[in-house]
């Protein structure tokens, strides 16, 4: 008796093991055609999940046959929760399509890592892509608009959860990002945004590359910094992020330089960047 009350609780929880190996807002990673899964015997396998944007961006994608359909152009962020959104494809001569863009909800890939090569996995057919929500690659769609992404999401069946009553344009391009200025509380130019750094199963934004230029005596060294730790201002004329940190830190500040980066995925390093930046804990919203 005792035997199968146990069994069905062990059969229970397998269940619901399985049901939360993807939650909503994380792309799904696989291992040579297999989803990472754990309890069974065999070597574990640490799979690398910090990725810099520009690493995304151009990486190859794939449709559940192995066919190369595209290629990642671009990334849409939600800054307020530093999440991917979507990623702008393109398909090149798949489907007849020609130069046309298409923004798909990160959600609806898949991450693989294969024996050769690691790719996105998009499960669509010809006839699908033809009738997706797409546009041309010099006319961007307001990616902040609700209606839009409204419209990307239905076609995708992905739901989204609402974030309240949002005012401001919350949501951007890496490429947009790339490049935006960063200043002190005190207005003073620290420098601006180089790289991000994802992790690409949650979706997430982790670090933000900060190049300092000048300042402080510094140099052209790079510095990432928690994305948490940053405000984003936006105004009638300007957008940049503010960082409230004193110079005297950032002289101190663990740097690299911009052609030797670290290895990102290293819990070990990410653990040494979030201590030291601990006090530095200013929301990145408007």
Do not use: C
């Amino acid at each position: 008796m005792h035997k199968r009350i146990w069994l069905a609780m062990l059969m229970a929880f397998a269940s619901v093991l399985a049901f939360a190996g993807t939650l909503p807002g994380q792309v799904r990673v696989e291992i040579g055609g297999r989803a990472n899964e754990t309890g069974r015997e065999g070597a574990k396998v640490d799979v690398a999940h910090s990725f810099r944007s520009s690493h995304i961006i151009g990486m190859r994608v794939h449709n559940k046959d192995g066919k190369d359909i595209g290629k990642i152009e671009d990334l849409v962020i939600g800054l307020a929760k530093g999440d991917i959104r979507y990623a702008a494809l393109s398909f090149g001569g798949f489907a007849g399509i020609g130069t046309k863009y298409f923004a798909v909800p990160w959600e609806a890939m898949t991450f693989r890592f294969g024996e050769k090569d690691r790719h996105f996995v998009f499960d669509v057919t010809e006839e699908q892509l033809k009738n997706a929500p797409g546009f041309d690659t010099s006319n961007w769609p307001n990616v902040a608009d609700p209606k839009w992404s409204t419209s990307v999401d239905k076609y995708y069946k992905v739901e989204r959860s609402a974030g309240g009553n949002v005012t401001y344009d919350d949501a951007y391009r890496v490429s947009t990002i790339k490049g935006m200025k960063v200043r002190n509380e005190a207005g003073k130019d620290l420098g601006y945004i180089d790289e991000l750094v994802f992790d690409i199963r949650s979706g997430k934004v982790n670090y933000a590359a900060l190049a300092y230029g000048s300042f402080a005596g510094l140099g052209g060294k790079l510095f990432a910094v928690p994305f948490h730790a940053f405000k984003f201002h936006h105004d009638a004329d300007n957008r940049f992020f503010v960082l409230n940190i004193s110079e005297d830190k950032l002289k101190a500040a663990p740097g690299f330089d911009s052609n030797k980066w670290p290895d990102t995925a290293d819990p070990n390093w990410s653990r040494d960047v979030d201590r030291y930046y601990e006090d530095v804990r200013t929301a990145a919203k408007p």
